[in-house]
Structures are given as C-alpha cells and as structure tokens.
C-alpha cells in the first residue's frame, strides 16, 4: 500500500472474541493462503517492484494459479502492460572533468537530480565564490554535520545552489571533505524542479583525489580546471497488471483487485527502513500486499465455483500501486472502463494483519452508495471491530475506479510496525484472520449477487482529498483503530520530522500548531495548513501526562 494520506471516519462496532472459522473448507483456505504469501514473499522474488524481473516472476506466479483454477483471462489475455515515467537517472553523456581528468560517476562524484542539463566550464579555487564561475564548496560545516543521520544533504544542496545562482554562479559542486558516514548519492526519486544552473557533488573519494592536494600543497595546481556536461533523464517504466474473468452474460460486472508490486529493495525512496538504499534488503511485502493478492486469488477460485451469477466477475491483480496508483489508472483508461457497467469495485489491500485482540477491520468507501450500509451490518455480525471510512479516496488502487464513477469498497486489517521494511514477512501473517476477511468479502459478494442491482454512486465529502492535499509529513503511521480523542503514534520513521522532535511510538497527538487533533480527519486538516520548512509545535500525550515539542514539518 502507498505511503498513507486516507482522511478517516471512526465509526466503531462493540468488538468481542470471535471464534476461528472451523472445517475442512477454512483449512484448506488457510493452507492455500500459506502456499502463495510464502511464494510472493519470497526473497526469489525481491520485492516484486514494478518494472523488474521480480514483478515478472510474480505475474507468472499469478497467471498459472489462474490456468490452474480454470479461471479465463479477461478478454483473451491475462497481461496488460503499461508504461508511465517515474523518477530520474544520470544520463549516459553526463561527464565531469577535473585537470582533464574524468571524474568516475558513483565511485566519485556524481550530477545532482535537480541539476540544469548542458554544458558549463571554468577554472576553479575551492570554497572561492565569484560571479560568471562555478562554484566549489563543502557540503559539510565540520565532521558533526558530516555525520548527523538527520542531515537533510539534497535539502541543503538544492536550497543552497538556487541562492548561489541568484549571486552570480554558473554551476556549483559541492564535495564531502569529512567522509560522512551517510555517504551523498544520487536520489532518484527526487521531488526538487530542475535548477537553473548544473550541479554536481563529489564524494570524499573523489575530495582526495582532486581538491585536498589543493589544499594541503602537494598538488602542482592552485585552481581547477572543470568541465561540467550533464544530462539528467526521467525514468521510463512498465508494469504489468493481470486480470482475469468470469462472464456470466450479466450486464454488470462486479470488480474485484488487489495490488500484487511491492518495493523491492527501496530503490524508489519510499521504504520506512532507515537506510533502505544503503543496506540494499529485499522488501518482502508479506502483508503489502502479498495478503491480499493471495486472498483476491482465493475469492475468484471461490466465484468461479459458487452459484454466484446475476453478476459477471472481473479479477484484477496491480502494479504500479507503491509508486502513485500507475496500474489501476492506466487499466481504467486503456480499458475505458465504463461506470454504467460496472456494479462496484472492492479492493484488498493489506489484509494479512487481523489483530486478534482488537479484531480491527477498516472498511472504506462505505458512503460511495447507500446499500453499504447493510455491509457494515455484516461485519459487525462478525463481530469484527468495524472502523468505517465513507471516503471514496484512499491510499490504494479503489481511488482509480471511484474517479471513473464506481461505487467502492476497500478492506485493510491496519497498519504495523513492519509496513514498508524488510521484516514485512510470511510468518507474520494471521492467516486464520485473513481466511475471515475472505469469507467476509465472500459474504458481500453473495449478498449483492442475491440483490441483483447497480449500486447507486454517491461523491463524498472528500472526493478532492488524496494524495495532494498537503506537501507535508510528520512520518508517523496512525493507529486507525484508535478513536478516544487524538491520534495515537502506532510507528515513527527515522529521520522524518516526529523522530527528529521525539515523538515516540504510543504517544497520542492531541494537537499540531493552532489545530487541536481530535481524529485523524482533524489531524489530516491540521497537514493541510503547512508548508515544507514550517516550524511549529506538537502537543502530545504520553504516559497520561501532556508535552510540547518544537517540529519541523518536511515535505512527502
């Protein structure tokens, strides 16, 4: 599941233990479920990030369950392709010179994201600022800094560049004279527009190599000859979704998905593993979003098998979700999706996690039709803890249908300690839990089969929320299923701004600024006030007892 920005409201059921599904159908469910999360989550797989052999070897995986059940594709194939740019690379002209020596890219020094393309030269003294000359300059004050985990490098480097530009420089490359621990490097997923002028950045071993015999003598210059000739190249890429189908020669059809990609190492800058790119470890996505895939293979095997017919049944398995919703909205447009025949969609993103204390089970698009109603009914007979989200918008691939017009439902057992890392992994999974969620969406597909109707679509409230609604961060993971007045802290990300202030995991956030947080609908609007770089305060709880801490908000 994306990075989550969803707008909640808590509507909360009387929850009470509830006893695991019993007999031979739930066993062999429950084994079955074992069988694919342990395969998709496997480290052959790695990651199964959009784009890489991983994914392929994933959709593989996915198409021979279909064949094997004797489930159709969906219009004669079960792959769709599609192809959209996301992120930057160094282009293969890019070169740096130093005294006509070729600078070696990524071992030495490399152009940063934000970097004007073309062609710039001049002789250059370090750490001397003249107008019409590039400019050489540390990247650090002193080894401190070099060495602070929350030092924000490309923050300051672009901050500092476009300054440097307004006082006259025609390029600048800053270099790492202290050998930080936190060695600089190219972040592909940069968010920063292109800067006027070209910037670059050498590593400390590019720093000994080329500007401290400069500094301490031994070298036969005083200056640098420099050459910059960059280019920087947006990233094109292709996922693959798979869908697959039961025509029932029904005039509506009912669609079922879940999101099969995941993160892979981290490459894309969106893991919540503290040093993700440097250690380089596979992202597992055991319950992101390896459990719902594996539930959605699960309820169309049951669909194909089950009397189910007033409705025909489209199954379709993501890509693309982890980097912004890519597969499910190029599959609306280059299917041309037609709401006037779609019944409803209901999507399965994280369902692995059933807590079996609090049995927590968000439902969400609940008031995009009003016969959702009798669904949450259902839940509650369950006696699952029903936290509702009437919003049709949310941090998975429902959003793309719900634009196209189509009532939506989304099921999410909750968020852990493990989302977005590495130790997101199969034996983690509650796969009793899981086997009930299934049998939950089973139920509702019954349910609406026997009805036999076209939900009628509702826009709710924050049909405009999503995504971009606020540029800021605390980088924390909400407790959704909790509901006595703030928000409480269920995870804290490293070097984001609530671990930079101490928010610690379990402190409740009662207020952010002037905003006083009573939901996480509050919370959400209290975002929305801030810009990257605002300073303010948090109030929070901890322990029972009330505390404020300075907070720097930082951009998503």
Not at 279 to 285: S, T
Request: hydrophobic share 35%; charged share 25%; glycine share 10%.
């Amino acid at each position: 599941m994306g990075i989550r920005t969803a707008t909640f409201l808590f509507i909360v059921a009387t929850a009470s233990s509830f006893p695991a599904l019993a007999g031979k159908k739930n066993k062999k469910v429950i084994k079955q479920l074992q069988a694919d999360i342990t395969l998709l989550a496997s480290d052959s797989l790695e990651g199964r990030r959009t784009g890489t052999a991983g994914e392929t070897k994933a959709g593989n995986y996915i198409e021979s369950r279909y064949k094997e059940l004797g489930i159709p594709a969906y219009k004669s194939q079960y792959r769709y392709p599609f192809h959209f740019t996301y992120g930057r690379e160094i282009g293969q002209t890019t070169q740096i010179r130093l005294n006509s020596k070729v600078v070696k890219i990524g071992d030495e020094g490399f152009p940063l994201p934000f970097s004007a393309p073309g062609a710039s030269n001049s002789d250059v003294m370090p750490e001397v600022t003249e107008q019409g000359a590039i400019w050489m300059v540390p990247l650090y004050k002193d080894k401190d800094e070099a060495d602070n985990p929350h030092f924000e490098a490309d923050k300051y480097m672009y901050e500092y560049a476009k300054e440097a530009k307004r006082g006259g420089a025609k390029g600048v490359i800053f270099f790492d004279s202290y050998n930080s621990k936190y060695e600089p490097s190219f972040n592909k997923q940069s968010e920063y527009d292109p800067l006027e002028i070209p910037v670059a950045c050498l590593k400390y071993a590019g720093y000994r190599k080329y500007i401290l015999p400069i500094q301490d003598g031994t070298g036969t210059r005083s200056s640098l000859a420099v050459e910059l000739n960059i280019s920087i190249k947006k990233t094109d890429r292709t996922g693959t979704n798979i869908a697959a189908y039961v025509d029932n020669g029904a005039p509506y059809t009912v669609i079922v998905g879940a999101h099969y990609d995941h993160l892979g190492f981290g490459e894309d800058g969106n893991s919540l593993h503290a040093n993700a790119a440097k250690e380089h470890e596979i992202h597992h996505g055991a319950d992101d979003n390896a459990s719902g895939t594996a539930a959605l293979m699960e309820v169309a095997h049951w669909v194909s098998n089950s009397k189910l017919h007033n409705y025909n049944y489209l199954f379709i398995h993501f890509s693309g979700e982890e980097l912004g919703l890519y597969g499910s909205k190029a599959f609306v447009k280059d299917q041309k999706i037609d709401s006037s025949k779609i019944a409803y969609m209901l999507n399965m993103d994280m369902v692995g996690r059933l807590n079996d204390s609090t049995r927590a089970l968000t439902v969400g698009g609940v008031g995009t039709s009003p016969v959702w109603a009798d669904v949450v009914t259902m839940g509650e007979k369950r006696k699952f803890k029903m936290v509702l989200d009437s919003a049709g918008v949310g941090p998975s691939d429902h959003t793309s249908f719900y634009y196209a017009g189509v009532p939506v439902l989304f099921f999410f057992t909750g968020t852990h300690k493990d989302y977005h890392k590495p130790s997101d992994r199969a034996e983690f999974i509650n796969y009793a839990g899981e086997a009930e969620v299934i049998d939950y969406a089973e139920a509702v597909l019954t349910k609406m089969d026997k009805e036999n109707v076209k939900p009628a679509y509702v826009v709710t409230k924050s049909a405009t929320a999503g995504r971009s609604k606020f540029k800021v961060t605390l980088g924390i993971m909400p407790d959704y299923s909790y509901q006595d007045g703030g928000v409480r802290v269920d995870g804290v990300t490293d070097n984001r701004p609530a671990a930079k202030a101490g928010v610690k995991t379990g402190d409740i956030i009662i207020q952010l600024g002037d905003v006083k947080i009573l939901s996480m609908q509050s919370y959400m609007e209290a975002l929305g006030k801030f810009a990257p770089g605002d300073k303010t305060e948090v109030k929070l709880k901890r322990d029972g007892k009330e505390m404020s801490l300075p907070i720097e908000l930082m951009g998503k």
